[in-house]
């Protein structure tokens, strides 16, 4: 099939009066529609929940571990007899 013939098969597609569809189909697309928007909405709401509280455990570790902080050093001998 050259380029003309899918391009004139797509046209005679286009050209076509449409069937009319059922009218419970517009129902069930609204309906699964607004259950995917949900569901999207509640993982979005998750992740920012998950996101917020890895902020939140990484805030309290850094200041209680302080990693920023060298630790003393233990190599050192003790200073006595001076």
């Known amino acids: 099939m050259s380029g003309n013939d899918r391009e004139a098969a797509v046209r005679?597609?286009?050209e076509r009066p449409a069937r009319p569809l059922p009218p419970e189909i517009?129902?069930?697309?609204?309906?699964?529609?607004?259950r995917m928007l949900r569901r999207r909405a509640l993982a979005r709401r998750l992740m920012w929940l998950l996101l917020c509280a890895a902020a939140?455990?990484?805030?309290?570790w850094a200041l209680t571990a302080r990693p920023w902080v060298e630790p003393p050093s233990d190599t050192t001998p003790p200073l006595t007899g001076w």
């Open 12 to 14: 005679r597609l286009l």
């Open 56 to 60: 939140v455990a990484f805030t309290v």
């Open 26 to 34: 517009h129902a069930e697309a609204v309906r699964r529609g607004g």
